[in-house]
């Protein structure tokens, strides 16, 4: 009986809501509120000023042009630390605080699987999280309300340390990783590929997320006397574990980071120590000199704009936001989720900072691209075309 009392207040709640013309979260008559959790204050802060002016900057743009459909975008950045209970904090003030329609563009692979399922249960949108794809899109549960587009780290790797084996001969193959999803995930693309050529590693090692010192790790790939080391790194760690090569004088072994350390801020923070380092790239490399004019363009906007160097991954923060505009903008006037993500399911999107036009399969982006890069002279340079 009060099961039954419960759900007839409950369908009386909504219908007056709905007779009342009831807003989804975060949707008032002139605005939009949306959210996303990013590492201030942890390993990889450095890099998190291109990800938040990059998302900042597309919906300045929009607003300037007085909204999506009469309405404004409101941003609330929340610090995650690289520690998903952070994450777990930021989430819950997003959610039940700020109330936001949808978090975009969050960042980390072990933060985005803390908090993904408890987001989208609550019926936001889950927009294009930088980490794990996999891993965030199997502990949502494969919500429809989740939109993934890093590419999947198990099968960039698997290509990425297949083509170094096959190219360089490389005969022993360690292993620095990330504990958590990250590590993980590449890990699994890693061990793939050796196990193709009848190998497996000589040597493995992790760390914590938050680690600066990678003598022991580096230092066990040295006396396994492996001559590739795969590393499951970002920002800091790439340039920790490069530096503790270098300081060994360890000149005849190959290191390839995945596309988290595959970044111009490695390359600016890092300098010599990074000369040498390989990459698994899966979007296009560009800088404020090196790219169409539409792109030197908009890299000359944000300069002017923010007080940081611009990078590519400021152009993807801008380029994932921009097409969740699209799809406001597509959704109509009558904001719900469910027309956004119809919306993102059915059309493809282009941007010059991707190598092909993309579209959401299983609300994946896809096609997945992989290019292998080095960094010679101070720069990044491909060594592959892209392979899909």
């Known amino acids: 009986m009060l099961h039954k009392i419960k759900t007839a207040l409950l369908g ?95 960042f980390g692979s072990g933060p985005n699987a803390a908090v993904v399922k408890k987001a989208v249960d609550e019926g936001a949108i889950y927009f294009a999280p930088w980490g794990a794809s996999s891993i965030i899109r199997k502990t949502s549960g494969d919500s429809p309300l989740l939109f993934t587009t890093t590419p999947n780290y198990d099968s960039i790797m698997n290509l990425g340390v297949t083509w170094m084996i096959d190219t360089y001969k490389a005969k022993k193959v360690g292993y620095i990783y990330q504990e958590g999803p990250l590590g993980a995930l590449m890990g699994e693309g890693i061990k793939r590929a050796l196990s193709a050529k009848g190998m497996s590693y000589a040597a493995e090692a992790g760390y914590k997320p938050g680690d600066i010192d990678f003598s022991s790790q580096v230092a066990r790939m040295k006396a396994a006397d492996v001559d590739l080391i795969v590393i499951a790194t970002v920002t800091r760690e790439t340039i920790g574990v490069m530096a503790e090569v270098k300081k060994l004088g360890w000149s005849n072994v190959k290191v390839l980071t995945g596309n988290p350390g595959r970044t111009g801020i490695v390359l600016q923070l890092g300098k010599d120590a990074v000369e040498g380092l390989y990459g698994v790239g899966t979007w296009k490399l560009f800088t404020p000199t090196n790219g169409p004019d539409s792109v030197k363009a908009w890299f000359a906007n944000y300069k002017k704009k923010y007080s940081n160097e611009p990078d590519e991954n400021a152009l993807l923060a801008y380029s994932y936001t921009d097409i969740f505009v699209k799809a406001v903008q597509g959704a109509g006037r009558d904001l719900t989720a469910d027309k956004v993500a119809k919306y993102l399911q059915t059309n493809s999107f282009e941007a010059p900072i991707f190598y092909d036009k993309q579209v959401f399969k299983g609300n994946h982006f896809e096609p997945e691209y992989v290019e292998i890069d080095q960094i010679k002279g101070g720069a990044w340079t491909s060594l592959t075309k892209p392979m899909r």
């Open 12 to 106: 009386a709640l909504l219908a007056g809501g709905l007779a009342s013309g009831a807003m989804a979260a975060g949707v008032s008559d002139k605005e939009i509120v949306l959210g996303t959790h990013l590492d201030l204050s942890g390993p990889v802060a450095a890099g998190m000023p291109s990800l938040r002016n990059g998302m900042q900057m597309r919906l300045d743009e929009a607003n300037d042009a007085g909204g999506v459909n009469g309405r404004k975008f409101r941003i609330v950045v929340e610090d995650n630390g690289s520690q998903p209970q952070m994450a777990v904090r930021a989430i819950d003030k997003l959610l039940r605080k700020d109330e936001v329609f949808a978090i975009v563009n969050a």
